[in-house]
């Protein structure tokens, strides 16, 4: 199983990224899906969580408003769109796949993970 996040980069703050994570997970559609983020010295961080089917998210409140998690099971990919970007939203983000199909913002529950893109935003 591979997830591999793209789309991160250097901006300055204010601007939008959207950043897409592909799987290669058979089992992709019935499996919930996160993104989480990492600052060195900090534990991981959650952001936002899509159910199988797309219905349910749930977001961190410092990404509510800013962010949209979303996903294409045809595609087998989900999105990040990140808007309004702050320094403080500096970090790398990686995908993950949750062994349930309901949204959680618990890593613990998450059994796949990919090894993230850097997102940096400079004020």
């Known amino acids: 199983v591979q997830l591999q996040a793209s789309g991160g980069g250097s901006v300055q703050a204010g601007v939008s990224l959207r950043l897409s994570c592909a799987a290669s997970l058979r089992t992709f559609r019935n499996n919930a899906m996160g993104w989480f983020r990492q600052t060195p010295g900090k534990e991981r961080e959650f952001v936002a969580a899509i159910s199988w089917s797309g219905g349910n998210t749930n977001y961190a409140d410092s990404m509510k408003g800013r962010f949209t998690i979303s996903r294409d099971n045809a595609k087998n990919t989900v999105y990040l769109q990140m808007n309004s970007l702050k320094p403080e939203d500096t970090a790398v983000y990686s995908c993950?796949?949750?062994?349930?199909?309901?949204?959680?913002?618990?890593?613990?529950?998450?059994?796949?993970w990919g090894q993230g893109t850097q997102v940096t935003v400079s004020s």
């Open positions: 993950a796949a949750s062994t349930y199909a309901s949204v959680t913002y618990d890593s613990t529950l998450y059994r796949y």
